[in-house]
């Protein structure tokens, strides 16, 4: 007999109650919000970081930015890991919500 699958909360993994939308991820706004201030922290600094390397080369190349924001992945990654939740929303996911709210351009036809 197949196993059923069982949702958990992204944040505590505490099992989703039956009666919880099929879109639930989180038990509660407690986790949600302890989930986006995580994710909304660690972006901040990742943002600047991602923008020097994009359009102020020779200052990136100078302090290492990619190793360093490597660095810092491989430690957000460990402290996740350790506390057994998820780190990160899939990039289909994120993609699909950005184009889905017009954040990001959809592909042109003759691009794809
Ligand atoms: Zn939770």
Redesign the pocket.
Known sequence: MPKKTVRC??????PLGEGCKASAV???I??KAKWNNRRKNRGADLYDLWMTMRYDRDEAKRLEVWKEMCRLSEGWRAEDVEQGIKSFERAGVVITRLKDTGRLARARPDRI
């Open positions: 909360c992204r944040e505590c993994n505490t989180f038990c509660g407690p986790c």
